[in-house]
């Protein structure tokens, strides 16, 4: 009795000892590849239009008006979040032995954060403009879902075996595994594992930003809800709240990155942005509380002109005469005489 259970004990701790990754991260349907990649960007999606609706018609916004708005921001996101990567990973595109029109495999993974909003906001800001939205009371609907969204895609890291730290001993250390293809070639992202025995354990930072990111989400919403924050200071939040895990998490991994003085890139994106989004933070309180988006659109549309009516037609000269005549029968007339 003893040994069978010191032999349970002994399986739980090797499967709660370390995290086991997918044996894969794509799946063939007939010639057709499904990426889990693919398909955890376009949940984040959905999650973040479905989210930012409901709390856009709760400040005063239209049904519908979120949606619109994607179909302009989110094109602009994935191509600002391919262009950050390429640009600052150039060297897995550019130079001896590779090929540039890999910059262009947007499946195979690789965007960057930072590009994503910025021309995502782009989009959104042409999109508003063209609806007489404004921006910054748009962006705080959003910016929970956006945040989860991330948390989401964070997961498609999880599928591709990527974007994890150096190796570790703790209880949540996740196992990679060798993946090969059906050719027998090595292929961490098309490959499929046929050995569980892993060649590292490793941190699973995805994980600690998943993990963050969720976080993040429950601060703004609790801050928002608390103090009624507007005019473009919910997506600051969201902004400074996001880069300060960034920035420690960044700091942990080990795959390939452009280097700065020794230090990653994104480091420094994260410190810049985040004291750019504290500063703005700060600047906004003075606007005070959350503006009334119905408010706003009823100041923006014109005032209609009330519409003229009978009484306020000037009478023709005809009937100017008409009445002129009449009042001097009336005096002339035998009743109209008034007994002195």
Known sequence: MNEATGTVGAVLNAVLATIPSPDQGVWYLGPLPIRAYALCIIAGIIVAIWWGERRWVARGGIKGEVTDI??????????????????????????????????LEIWNGGL???????????????????????????ADALAPGIVVAQAIGRLGNYF???????????????EIYRRVTPEGREDALAGVAIDHTPIQ????????????????????????????????????LY??????????????????????????????VSALVFIGAVAYFII???????????????????????????????????????????????????ESVKPE
């Open 160 to 174: 591709n075996q990527e974007l994890y730290g150096g190796d570790t001993t703790l209880p949540w250390g996740l």
């Open 201 to 236: 354990v490793v941190h699973p930072t995805f994980l600690y930003e998943l993990l963050w990111n969720l976080g993040v989400a429950l601060l703004i919403v609790w801050a928002d809800r608390k103090f009624r924050l507007g005019h473009g200071r919910v997506f600051a």
């Open 284 to 334: 906004a309180r003075s606007r005070g509380e959350r503006e009334d988006v119905a408010a706003l659109r009823a100041t923006a549309e014109p005032e209609a002109e009330p519409e003229a009516g009978p009484a306020a037609e000037p009478a023709s000269d005809d009937v100017a005469e008409n009445q002129n005549d009449d009042v001097e029968e009336e005096k002339n007339s035998p």
């Open 112 to 138: 960057g954060i930072w590009g994503a909003i910025a021309l995502g906001a782009v989009g959104a800001w042409i999109a508003c403009r063209r609806k007489g939205i404004p921006l910054p009371a748009l």
């Open 70 to 103: 994607a179909v302009w921001a989110v094109p602009f996101g994935l191509v600002g979040g391919r262009l950050y990567h390429v640009i600052t990973d150039n060297q897995k595109y550019f130079g001896p032995g590779k090929n540039p029109l890999a910059a």
């Open 239 to 268: 902004v400074a709240g996001y880069t300060a895990g960034r920035f420690w998490i960044e700091m942990m991994r080990t795959d390939e990155a452009t280097l700065i003085f020794g230090t990653r890139v994104n480091v420094f």
